[in-house]
RNA sequence: GCCGACGUAGCUCAGGGGUAGAGCAACUGAUUCGUAAUCAGUAGGUCCGCGGUUCGAUUCCGCGCGUCGGCACCA
């Protein structure tokens, strides 16, 4: 006997083995008809497995996350089959479901066109109407191998190669095609459906290794219905309109050009935004103690030496040279941090320091990796680095991350996702040390209750870091804030402090920045509000519009009340009509337009309208500069 | 850096081996108007750059530069 408890908690009892295709159909025909796999005490499998034991059985259909999952997998299954059928002399190498879709690698020495989308399209559509069966089958390793290498899938005899001898390999066949897989798989090609879409094309390195050769990667989305891969198509359309780059020319914010790659000439506009940021930050880093310094732009390159730089990241930076000596121009501003703090001698009552520096930094990043205002070559980060003994690091890092969510919930964002990235394959350090750090982060993260998802590897080569991400408008993840303990520059670069007992000691230094660097930051912002920046952060917060010329006058001195209120406004006084200048400014995404005509004037009042509504609030002239003054106000 | 696509007016884009096209913006003039486009006119181009093929190249070919999408990288 078999009790099958289903997710109801109600019991099926069986008089053997059951296959998943006949438990569902036990429950009933519409079930067995969307049935794509079965979750068997956690664990899914294909729906042909049997259950021979008494165990929690659920049923997977499209509705669920695991089956849209497998949905995305099978779909780049019957991509590759489609493009083995239509170009036989690729071979396949690996292709996951992914977020919204999946991808798959081929290696083809051709170059896949746009055209040829559409042709793997619409014979991905024709496999699906063939609704071939997918089988699992276990086989031999050795055979496997040979059975790849027979048919020129080298990768895929390598990737059996890899795999853990215990690992039992699986092929799973769909008509005469066949591929190596883990899976689990849908029991028909047909049950994919026909919602999904080939979205781009793109080179990808075998195995994610830029030394290996280039494969070419294909992109699609899939989606349960085509009600989903409709919404998904018109959320990405959406999505591009708020695209920093794009709303950064529209709202004539900033600009970058060719002589200056991954260099921003920030516009009058752009750069009040800017300077409010900055100014909001450094108010925020002073009431949390921390003293701001300022650190040369270009130093010795015997300093990058010291400190390890000039080792590992000599390639990315930028050298100059005077009188025979390699002047590097600073991607960081950590080493002079400790050049101040080695100053005189710090006792530990000088500790914790927080030092706060809006340094420019200069990074030769990789051509292909520069990306509007998210990836630049020359940048500024609300960069500060505390100095702390080893049992202040806990503490330090609480405050930080407390002082972190507050700013950026200030900023409107509530959900920041946190990884914890670990310690890389090439490091500085001992493992003693590492130890040390990474344990110290972990006790604050618990103390501050900061969940986080694990990064290994991914840490600085001088410590483990801490990662603050936030996501742009088509769902990339940059990272912003960061806090990095690091036990080995305080070594490298000779810093210490006179401890409680005389002797001398090493302090760890914090690397930290919140914001991360200000021009990705702002990039996120604005694509975060579509443009439509909170009032406090928008270069121009109102617009004074005349109806007639009539009220000339009357708006020039609207405009000076309000600027003595310290609001960034501007007139209108155009002859043109108060709907174009409305259109105009709203298209400008002013949220305030003071609206003012004969009326106005004579009663000294203004019709105020906010960006996207419809209707009009008449305020008397001071009333408005008042209220709008709280409005405009930056986060207390 | 690697793979692919793309590069035409300030912007968005069409075109195509034979003197370069639209809309918006700009400029000029008229219009003084009550909450998302008033009308008319004018001007605007090394068709990314260099080389080749051709009687003739913005168009075809090659190389370079840049942008975009991924990959790799990200102190």
Same mark, same amino acid.
């Given at each position: 006997?078999?009790?099958?408890?289903?997710?109801?908690?109600? $019991?099926?009892? %069986?008089?053997?083995?059951?296959?998943?295709?006949?438990?569902?159909?036990?429950?009933?025909?519409?079930?067995?008809?969307? /049935?794509? /796999?079965?979750?068997?005490?956690?664990?899914?499998?294909?729906?042909?497995?049997?259950?021979?034991?008494?165990?929690?059985?659920?049923?997977?259909?499209?509705?669920?996350?695991?089956?849209?999952?497998?949905?995305?997998?099978?779909?780049? &299954?019957?991509?590759?089959?489609?493009?083995?059928?239509?170009?036989?002399?690729?071979?396949?190498?690996?292709?996951? /479901?992914?977020?919204?879709?999946?991808?798959?690698?081929?290696?083809?020495?051709?170059?896949?066109?746009?055209?040829?989308?559409?042709?793997?399209?619409?014979?991905?559509?024709?496999?699906?109407?063939?609704?071939?069966?997918?089988?699992?089958?276990?086989?031999?390793?050795?055979?496997?191998?040979?059975?790849?290498?027979?048919?020129?899938?080298?990768?895929?005899?390598?990737?059996?190669?890899?795999?853990?001898?215990?690992?039992?390999?699986?092929?799973?066949?769909?008509?005469?095609?066949?591929?190596?897989?883990?899976?689990?798989?849908?029991?028909?090609?047909?049950?994919?459906?026909?919602?999904?879409?080939?979205?781009?094309?793109?080179?990808?390195?075998?195995?994610?290794?830029?030394?290996?050769?280039?494969?070419?990667?294909?992109?699609?989305?899939?989606?349960?219905?085509?009600?989903?891969?409709?919404?998904?198509?018109?959320?990405?359309?959406?999505?591009?309109?708020?695209?920093?780059?794009?709303?950064?020319?529209?709202?004539?914010?900033?600009?970058?050009?060719?002589?200056?790659?991954?260099?921003?000439?920030?516009?009058?506009?752009?750069?009040?935004?800017?300077?409010?940021?900055?100014?909001?930050?450094?108010?925020?880093?002073?009431?949390?103690?921390?003293?701001?310094?300022?650190?040369?732009?270009?130093?010795?390159?015997?300093?990058?030496?010291?400190?390890?730089?000039?080792?590992? %990241?000599? &390639?990315?930076?930028?050298?100059?040279?005077?009188?025979?000596?390699?002047?590097?121009?600073?991607?960081?501003?950590?080493?002079? &941090? $400790?050049?101040?703090?080695?100053?005189?001698?710090?006792?530990?009552?000088?500790?914790?320091?927080?030092? !706060?520096?809006?340094? !420019?930094?200069?990074?030769?990043?990789?051509?292909?990796?520069?990306?509007?205002?998210?990836?630049?070559?020359?940048?500024?980060?609300?960069?500060?680095?505390?100095?702390?003994?080893?049992?202040?690091?806990?503490?330090?890092?609480?405050?930080?991350?407390?002082?972190?969510?507050?700013?950026?919930?200030?900023?409107?964002?509530?959900?920041?996702?946190?990884? %914890?990235?670990?310690?890389?394959?090439?490091?500085?350090?001992?493992?003693?040390?590492?130890?040390?750090?990474?344990?110290?982060?972990?006790?604050?993260?618990?103390?501050?209750?900061?969940?986080?998802?694990?990064?290994?590897?991914?840490?600085?080569?001088?410590?483990?870091?801490?990662?603050?991400?936030?996501?742009?408008?088509?769902?990339?993840?940059?990272?912003?804030?960061?806090?990095?303990?690091?036990?080995?520059?305080?070594?490298?670069?000779? !810093?210490?402090?006179?401890?409680?007992?005389?002797?001398?000691?090493?302090?760890?230094?914090?690397?930290?920045?919140?914001?991360?660097?200000?021009?990705? %930051?702002?990039?996120?912002?604005?694509?975060?509000? /579509?443009?439509?920046?909170?009032?406090?952060?928008?270069?121009?917060?109102?617009?004074?519009?005349?109806?007639?010329?009539?009220?000339?006058?009357?708006?020039?001195?609207?405009?000076?009340?309000?600027?003595?209120?310290?609001?960034? $406004?501007?007139?209108?006084?155009?002859?043109?009509?108060?709907?174009?200048?409305?259109?105009? &400014?709203?298209?400008?995404?002013?949220?305030?337009?003071?609206?003012?005509?004969?009326?106005? !004037?004579?009663?000294?009042?203004?019709?105020?309208?906010?960006?996207?509504?419809?209707?009009?609030?008449?305020?008397?002239?001071?009333?408005?500069?008042?209220?709008?003054?709280?409005?405009?106000?930056?986060?207390?």
């Amino acid at each position: 006997m078999v009790a099958i408890t289903l997710p109801d908690g109600s $019991v099926r009892q %069986f008089d053997g083995a059951i296959t998943g295709e006949q438990l569902a159909a036990s429950i009933g025909p519409g079930l067995a008809k969307a /049935a794509l /796999a079965m979750k068997i005490d956690g664990q899914l499998l294909d729906l042909a497995r049997a259950i021979e034991k008494d165990s929690a059985v659920s049923i997977v259909t499209k509705k669920d996350a695991d089956g849209l999952e497998l949905l995305r997998h099978d779909a780049a &299954h019957v991509m590759a089959e489609a493009v083995q059928e239509l170009f036989p002399k690729t071979q396949v190498t690996i292709g996951p /479901a992914i977020e919204n879709g999946f991808y798959y690698d081929f290696a083809r020495t051709e170059p896949f066109t746009p055209d040829d989308l559409t042709k793997i399209e619409d014979k991905m559509r024709e496999i699906v109407d063939r609704d071939e069966k997918i089988i699992r089958e276990v086989w031999e390793r050795a055979d496997a191998i040979k059975y790849f290498k027979g048919i020129g899938e080298d990768y895929k005899a390598e990737l059996i190669e890899g795999l853990p001898a215990s690992e039992p390999i699986t092929v799973y066949k769909q008509g005469k095609w066949l591929d190596l897989c883990r899976g689990p798989h849908l029991p028909s090609t047909g049950k994919l459906g026909k919602a999904f879409k080939l979205m781009k094309l793109a080179g990808a390195y075998w195995r994610g290794d830029s030394k290996n050769e280039m494969l070419q990667r294909i992109y699609g989305t899939a989606w349960g219905d085509e009600k989903q891969l409709k919404e998904y198509l018109t959320m990405l359309e959406e999505a591009e309109k708020r695209d920093h780059r794009r709303l950064g020319q529209e709202m004539d914010l900033f600009h970058i050009q060719e002589e200056a790659r991954g260099a921003v000439f920030w516009h009058p506009k752009g750069w009040t935004v800017y300077r409010s940021i900055q100014s909001y930050i450094r108010r925020r880093l002073d009431e949390a103690g921390y003293v701001e310094v300022n650190t040369p732009m270009l130093v010795d390159s015997v300093l990058w030496q010291k400190s390890g730089h000039w080792d590992k %990241f000599r &390639h990315a930076m930028f050298v100059s040279e005077s009188e025979e000596r390699a002047l590097a121009i600073k991607p960081m501003n950590c080493p002079c &941090h $400790v050049q101040i703090y080695n100053q005189g001698i710090k006792s530990y009552r000088d500790l914790p320091l927080r030092m !706060a520096e809006f340094g !420019a930094c200069h990074r030769n990043e990789p051509s292909g990796a520069l990306h509007g205002l998210m990836r630049v070559r020359a940048f500024v980060q609300d960069d500060a680095h505390i100095f702390c003994t080893e049992d202040q690091v806990k503490s330090e890092t609480k405050s930080f991350i407390e002082l972190l969510r507050t700013v950026y919930k200030d900023f409107g964002f509530n959900e920041v996702k946190v990884k %914890f990235s670990d310690r890389p394959p090439v490091r500085a350090g001992s493992d003693e040390t590492w130890d040390r750090a990474e344990n110290a982060l972990k006790e604050a993260t618990a103390a501050a209750g900061l969940d986080w998802e694990l990064n290994p590897g991914e840490g600085a080569f001088y410590g483990p870091k801490l990662e603050f991400v936030l996501r742009d408008a088509i769902g990339r993840d940059w990272q912003c804030g960061t806090l990095q303990a690091d036990f080995v520059l305080p070594e490298r670069l000779d !810093a210490e402090y006179v401890g409680e007992d005389g002797a001398k000691h090493r302090p760890v230094m914090l690397h930290r920045a919140i914001l991360g660097s200000f021009e990705r %930051f702002i990039g996120i912002l604005i694509e975060n509000y /579509a443009g439509k920046l909170p009032l406090w952060l928008t270069p121009l917060q109102v617009v004074v519009a005349t109806i007639t010329s009539d009220a000339n006058e009357y708006a020039a001195d609207v405009a000076k009340t309000l600027q003595k209120a310290g609001l960034r $406004v501007e007139t209108d006084l155009r002859n043109e009509k108060i709907n174009y200048k409305v259109r105009e &400014h709203s298209l400008g995404k002013v949220p305030i337009i003071a609206v003012v005509g004969k009326k106005e !004037a004579e009663e000294r009042t203004v019709a105020l309208r906010r960006l996207g509504g419809n209707n009009q609030e008449i305020l008397a002239l001071a009333e408005a500069a008042d209220r709008l003054r709280a409005e405009c106000a930056p986060p207390a």
